[in-house]
């Protein structure tokens, strides 16, 4: 990995049972993830020689395989490219292990996995430190979340939580600055740089935030769009808001 913010010591629970990653991307990413539990690499010919092509197998012996017995493996809707990892789930973090945070992005009981892949993405490709999730209404592990994250599941620690109140609370303690996206908020998105650590907080497409996550923002925005179609998914609507409020290094 280019920038691993993992804590020293990544967890995994035996009990959730494996996981089958897929893709070339997010393989990828969890071949070079140290701390990643690997028990069994499938691969067709070509799909291991564009493996090889970016990096080592991890000490793994690749099987080789077809991508009928992927299909039937890992469902005919699976964009696999020819290659699956087995893999242990990785156990969620505690808040009290990710060292001050410049940037963090938090999901109030957003339960698609495709979201979630999606928003991960997105918050590892604006160098976010952590995605906070609750320990109810959260998905676990699967390979549609890491193929949806292409790999930044292995690259942006998850930090569950059980009161997300709470957790908003200890943000604020730590001098981050909160700000909550819903589509009723009175103040629209507008660019923010510099200022304090921020915390982004994205709400169920269906329900928004709850009302005592919305109460503990610092502020509360929406996003202005001039179309007929006043909403957007969450992920793309994450993808924006994290443009505009994280802001892109100054290369000049």
Same mark, same amino acid.
């Given at each position: 990995?280019?920038? &691993?913010?993992?804590?020293?010591?990544?967890?995994?629970?035996?009990? !959730?049972?494996?996981?089958?990653?897929?893709?070339?991307?997010?393989?990828?990413?969890?071949?070079?993830?140290?701390?990643?539990?690997?028990?069994? !690499?499938?691969?067709?010919?070509?799909?291991?020689?564009?493996?090889?092509?970016?990096?080592?197998?991890?000490?793994?012996?690749? *099987?080789?395989?077809?991508?009928?017995?992927?299909?039937?493996?890992?469902?005919? $809707?699976?964009?696999?490219?020819?290659?699956?990892? $087995? +893999?242990?789930?990785?156990?969620?973090? *505690?808040? $009290?292990?990710?060292?001050?945070?410049?940037?963090?992005?938090?999901?109030?009981?957003?339960?698609?996995?495709?979201?979630?892949?999606?928003?991960?993405?997105?918050? @590892?490709?604006?160098?976010?430190?952590?995605?906070?999730?609750?320990?109810?209404?959260?998905?676990? $592990?699967?390979?549609?979340?890491?193929?949806?994250?292409?790999?930044?599941?292995? *690259?942006?620690?998850?930090?569950?939580?059980? &009161?997300?109140?709470?957790?908003?609370?200890?943000?604020?303690?730590?001098?981050?600055?909160?700000?909550?996206?819903?589509?009723?908020?009175?103040?629209?998105?507008?660019?923010?740089?510099?200022?304090?650590?921020?915390?982004?907080?994205?709400?169920?497409?269906?329900?928004?935030?709850? *009302?005592?996550?919305?109460?503990? @923002?610092?502020? +509360?925005?929406?996003?202005?769009?001039?179309?007929?179609?006043?909403?957007? &998914?969450?992920? &793309?609507?994450?993808?924006?808001? !994290?443009?505009?409020?994280?802001?892109?290094?100054?290369?000049?």
């Amino acid at each position: 990995m280019s920038r &691993n913010k993992f804590p020293p010591k990544q967890r995994h629970d035996p009990d !959730l049972g494996p996981v089958y990653l897929y893709g070339l991307h997010t393989v990828r990413a969890a071949l070079d993830n140290p701390l990643r539990v690997r028990k069994a !690499l499938l691969a067709t010919p070509n799909a291991l020689s564009r493996l090889q092509e970016t990096g080592d197998l991890a000490g793994l012996e690749p *099987q080789q395989t077809t991508p009928r017995d992927l299909d039937r493996l890992l469902g005919g $809707e699976a964009v696999h490219q020819g290659v699956a990892l $087995e +893999v242990d789930p990785v156990t969620r973090f *505690q808040l $009290e292990e990710v060292a001050q945070p410049r940037l963090v992005v938090v999901l109030d009981q957003i339960t698609d996995p495709h979201n979630v892949g999606a928003i991960l993405r997105t918050a @590892c490709a604006f160098g976010a430190d952590a995605v906070i999730t609750t320990a109810r209404h959260s998905p676990r $592990e699967t390979g549609v979340m890491a193929k949806s994250a292409s790999g930044a599941l292995d *690259q942006v620690p998850m930090v569950e939580v059980r &009161n997300l109140g709470d957790t908003l609370e200890q943000l604020k303690g730590r001098g981050m600055e909160v700000i909550g996206l819903d589509s009723e908020a009175d103040a629209p998105l507008a660019p923010r740089t510099g200022g304090k650590p921020l915390a982004i907080v994205l709400g169920a497409e269906s329900k928004g935030l709850r *009302q005592r996550t919305r109460a503990l @923002c610092d502020a +509360v925005v929406r996003l202005d769009m001039p179309g007929p179609i006043k909403s957007l &998914n969450v992920s &793309n609507a994450a993808a924006i808001t !994290l443009y505009a409020l994280a802001g892109v290094p100054d290369t000049h």
